[in-house]
């Protein structure tokens, strides 16, 4: 899930949700008192629901929050959505259907510009293809969703955090790619992993079989929800990472097939 400011920080959280499979009233009751108690600024969400039916976003956080939903959606309506607490200014959704893999998956970035206390904050809810076979695509998401934050952030300089199930973890070119450790096609940038900033030399894991939503079966990738925020000229991530915790992994409290995360950020 994505963070929340408390105090001087800000927090950015990066969720999944089984768009309304299982128990949906249930979950939504979990969903909407953790997000209540987490009390955070800005959320990123994955496989949400949004039809003429149902908007499951707006269900989960009530009132409070202004959203962000992407075009870009499964025959059902399952897609993403960014929500805030302050005010959202320009919105831009990346198509990134780049190969014929990539047909049959809502695959998306939404990037929305949020209008934060201490300024310009670019939030990039990228998700890219899923598939364990596919990094080749997931590289070439990425690379697209890199670029055009870069060209936003010269057009309109501001803090650039990139959240959601990525698919892939921090050892895969993708992600290695993101954090400044690989080239792709003759681009290289830096970010910083929140979880590797906050928990150095702890294993990540949000899609994991002891969640009991998890139907993969031997699935071999499981940190693979991230929060990034780009880095200075200096290498430096330009919001300070003051933590990084998981989330909605308790026993009373597992509502999605990915456990969240929890990051507070502090300000410029």
Known sequence: MAPPLTGDGDATRDAEHLGDRGDWPARRAQLRKGFEQLDADVITLQETILTDEIDQAAEMLGPSYQLAQSSDRETDGQGITTAS??????????????TERTSDFACTCLITEILAPWGRLWVANHFPDYQVDHERERCLQTVL????????????????????????????????????????????VCYRSAWESARPGEALETYVQDNPYFESGDWPFQGIDHVLVR??????????????????????????????????????
């Open 145 to 188: 969703a890199a670029q055009r934050l870069e060209e936003l952030v010269a057009e309109s300089p501001g803090d650039v955090v990139v959240a959601g199930d990525l698919d892939a973890e921090l050892t895969a070119d993708s992600l290695r790619f993101w954090t400044g450790r690989h080239v792709i096609d003759d681009l290289s």
């Open 85 to 98: 607490r302050w005010p959202i200014g320009r919105v831009e959704e990346l198509d990134l259907h780049l």
């Open 231 to 268: 880095c200075g000229p200096r290498g430096r991530p330009t919001l300070p990472i003051l933590s990084c915790d998981r989330i909605f992994d308790q026993p009373d409290l597992t509502p999605s097939d990915h456990y969240g995360l929890l990051v507070e950020l502090g300000q410029p």
